[in-house]
């Protein structure tokens, strides 16, 4: 899903201008997975506005997540090493 060693460099570089903590980019992963965990906006536009255009989202956000779930560890490392 991810290519980590782009993300690992990006934020390499990202990092060589920008300074940031590695604490605080592991917490911003988590974060955001647990965002994507909880993020129901596909329900909302079916269910409550009648949109079935973003139906076809729900696999790929949920392969995403399976992704993201069964490598937290690396996804984190992507983002902290230096």
Not at 31 to 56: A, N, P, V, Y
Request: proline share 0%.
């Amino acid at each position: 899903m991810f290519d980590l060693a782009r993300v690992s460099e990006f934020m390499r570089g990202y990092r060589s201008v920008v300074s940031l903590d590695a604490s605080t980019l592991a917490d911003g992963v988590r974060r955001l997975w647990r965002k994507r965990m909880t993020d129901f906006w596909q329900l909302k536009f079916h269910c409550d506005r009648g949109d079935f255009s973003c139906d076809e989202l729900f696999t790929a956000d949920e392969a995403l997540l399976h992704w993201w779930t069964d490598r937290i560890g690396q996804v984190e490392d992507a983002f902290t090493k230096a």
